[in-house]
C-alpha cells in the first residue's frame, strides 16, 4: 500500500535507544510499555523457595525465610476475659510476624527481580488499598505504586510506561512471566499496554482510520467491532497539534489509541515521523509476557498487519468464573462457621431442608431469582462444591 521510505537520522537514533535499553529484547517488535498485576501476599512465601540466580531453594540467601509462627499460647488459671486478651494478643503477634516478613520478601522482590525500590508506606491507600508506596528507580525517580492491603490481603503493582523502560533493561517479559506465573500465582495480568512504534509513516492515523472502516479492529475471537472517537486538535491553520484515534471504550477488555508521538513528545524535528500504536489490555492472560509480538499480532487484523509474526489469540478473563469462585469461598465460609449448627438443626426438623432455609434465611433476601451464571461456569462451580 505504501512504499518504502528512508528512516531519517534521528528516528535511527530513537530506535538505537530503545533497543539500547531493551537489549535483552532486541528482537521484539512490540514493547510492553505499561504493567500492573495482583497477587495475594500469602503468596510471597514461595519466592524464597523459588530458587534465584543460579541457586536452589536451598542455598539462596536473598529472599527471607517464613517466620516459625508456632504459638506457645498457655491459658491455665486464666479467667475467660484474660483467655481472651491473650488470644487476641497472640493474633497480633502473629499478624505483625508475618507482615514484616511479607514487607521485607516484597523489597527484595521489587529489587533483584523488578529493578525498582520501594518507598517507606505512604499512609494513604491507592486503588481501595489500605497502603501504598512508592515504586522508585536506583536514582530515586517514581515509576509507580505499590499498593497493600486489598479486600483479600492482595498487593498492587503498577509500572509506568518510564518504569517499564528501567524494568525491561533489567529482565525479560521471559523472566517476569515465569516471577508472576509460577511463583506468584498470577493467572491475569490487571493491566497490560502492548505498544508499536512506526518511524515511516505507514501505520499512522490514516491508516488506522481506513482499517476501523474495513473491520480491521473486530477482536480475533469474534464479537463486535469496537467504535472509533477522533481526537485531533489543530489549530486555524489546520497544523494539528493533537493527532490521535481513539478506538473501543477506556473500560473495554481492549482500548486502541493511535497517535502522534513526535507531537506528543514536543519535538520539533521535521524530517522526524513517529506514530504510537498501543493498546490498552485488562485481564488478559499472563502468558502474553510469553511472546509480546504474538500477543498483538492475535488481536485483530489490524495488529496483525504491523507485526511480522503469527499472531495468537488471548482472550480476556471471563467474569462469570469470578462470581462463581466468590459463590464457592462463601459456601466454604458457610460450612466451616456454621456445618455443626445447620446439622443440628436438620436432626431436630427431621431433616427437612426446605424448614431448615425458612429459619436461616431471612424473607427479605429470598428473591426466588435463580443464579444467573452461564452453564459452563456452573458445572465449574458444581466442582469447586464437591471439592469443599
Known sequence: MFGPTQTTELAAKLIERRQARTRKNSDNQVTI???????????????????????????QTLFPK??????????????????????????????RLMADFYHSTLRV?????????????????FHGYQNSMNL?????????????????ETCYVQISGEGCKHLWSHT?????????????????????????????????????????????????????????SPRHSMNINGVYDVEMLTFGKRTS?????????????????HSLVWYRNEVELKKYPVEILLDPDAAFAGLCKFAQSMIDADGVHTAVSPRASSAAT?????????????????????????????????????????????????NTYKQILTEQFRSL
Not at 517466620?67 to 475467660?80: A, E, M, Q, R, V
Not at 528507580?137 to 483479600?152: K, M, S, Y
Not at 466454604?332 to 455443626?340: A, D, P, S, Y
Request: glycine share 10%.
Open 33 to 59: 510499555d505499561h504493567l500492573a498485576f495482583t497477587f495475594k501476599l500469602a503468596d510471597l512465601r514461595y519466592c524464597a523457595r523459588a530458587g534465584f540466580a543460579g541457586r536452589t531453594h536451598e542455598t
Open 66 to 95: 517464613q517466620p516459625d509462627i508456632k504459638s506457645n499460647l498457655n491459658t491455665t488459671g486464666l479467667t475467660p476475659d484474660e483467655i481472651d486478651k491473650r488470644i487476641e494478643s497472640e493474633k497480633l503477634r502473629i499478624q
Open 109 to 125: 522482590f521489587c529489587r533483584e527481580i523488578l529493578g525498582f525500590e520501594l518507598s517507606a508506606p505512604r499512609d494513604k491507600g
Open 136 to 152: 522508585l528507580t536506583l536514582e530515586g525517580n517514581q515509576i509507580g505504586f505499590v499498593g497493600i492491603g486489598g479486600q483479600r
Open 172 to 228: 525479560t517479559p521471559f523472566v517476569v512471566h515465569h516471577w508472576l506465573s509460577n511463583v506468584l500465582q498470577i493467572r491475569y495480568i490487571a493491566r497490560t499496554d502492548l505498544a508499536y512504534d512506526c518511524y515511516d509513516g505507514n501505520f499512522d492515523c490514516k491508516y488506522a482510520e481506513q482499517a476501523f472502516f474495513d473491520n480491521g479492529f473486530a477482536r480475533s475471537g469474534g464479537g463486535r467491532s469496537p467504535t472509533m
Open 253 to 269: 477488555p481492549v482500548f486502541w489509541r493511535i497517535y502522534n508521538k513526535k507531537l506528543e513528545q514536543g519535538i520539533q524535528e
Open 326 to 374: 466468590d459463590l464457592a469461598s462463601r459456601a466454604r465460609w458457610v460450612r466451616r462457621m456454621c456445618g455443626k449448627a445447620m446439622a443440628d438443626i436438620l436432626e431436630i426438623t427431621g431433616g427437612d431442608i426446605e424448614q431448615v432455609l425458612g429459619l436461616l434465611i431471612p424473607e427479605h433476601h429470598i428473591t426466588g431469582k435463580s443464579l444467573d451464571i452461564p
